[in-house]
């Protein structure tokens, strides 16, 4: 069965540092979130692709993390410089496109930010 | 806005058992759908149900079911026969009209053997 792919599946950094997230999700799926999660809590949604455009990253704090899906398909998430608060779980997911309720999930990345 | 409530931060049952996890939802959308996801130490959320507002019927899975009472805008899940397995957070979700899901807190389910 097709999954989202997501790496690395752990990251520790420093405060100050960058880092970054990769995602591919199911071939052909035209639609990419980008997820928060903080240990404890929901999932808080980042930012929504629908192929290469942007359609939400009202949630995204733009001052240090940028997300990018250049060919629409694959999707970077950057965080510049990293703060102890960014540490969380990094979630993507997928889905066939707008109107189609179904989304997939990788497995993560797990950011401590030391 | 959309919001969704889960008032139980943790339930425990015996193996073999039922348990019913609890979750409340406000929206002002017509149509609407509502999930259960579930969120094993791996981290991965598995999408357990889903059941669309417009149908009256329950939708169930296998040993998990759900009590759709849509006035009260109450989503509550059933699990039957309760498996180690099933040891995990559990989140109650509703998507809104941009097909963006709005979570609840979650629930933490211990599977006593």
């Known amino acids: 069965e097709a999954e989202v792919a997501q790496s690395p599946r752990y990251k520790i950094t420093e405060k100050s540092q960058a880092v970054a997230f990769w995602c591919d999700p199911i071939?052909?799926?035209?639609?990419l979130y980008w997820y928060r999660q903080i240990l404890g809590q929901g999932p808080e949604l980042l930012v929504q692709?629908?192929?290469?455009?942007?359609?939400?990253d009202s949630q995204l704090p733009k001052d240090r993390f940028s997300a990018e899906r250049l060919k629409g398909v694959d999707s970077t998430l950057k965080i510049q410089p990293a703060e102890l608060g960014d540490s969380a779980m990094y979630l993507c997911?997928?889905?066939?496109?707008?109107?189609?309720?179904?989304?997939?999930f990788g497995s993560g990345t797990q950011l401590s930010v030391l | 806005a959309q919001t969704v409530t889960q008032s139980q931060p943790e339930m425990s049952v015996q193996e073999a058992e039922t348990v019913t996890l609890s979750c409340t939802y406000d929206?002002?959308?017509?149509?609407?759908?509502l999930f259960w996801y579930k969120q094993p130490p791996s981290r991965q959320m598995i999408l357990v149900i889903r059941?669309?507002?417009?149908k009256q019927q329950n939708a169930t899975e296998n040993r998990f079911s759900v009590n759709f009472q849509k006035a009260a805008k109450s989503f509550s899940l059933k699990i039957s026969d309760s498996q180690l397995g099933d040891a995990a957070m559990y989140f109650c979700?509703?998507?809104?009209?941009?097909?963006?899901?709005?979570w609840g807190a979650g629930t933490k389910l211990i599977i006593k053997p």
């Open positions: 997911a997928s889905s066939c496109g707008q109107g189609n309720e179904k989304l997939f």
């Open positions: 071939s052909g799926h035209a639609t």
């Open positions: 692709f629908q192929d290469e455009s942007v359609v939400d």
């Open positions: 929206t002002s959308e017509s149509d609407y759908y």
């Open positions: 059941q669309e507002a417009y």
């Open positions: 979700a509703t998507m809104d009209s941009n097909y963006q899901l709005i």
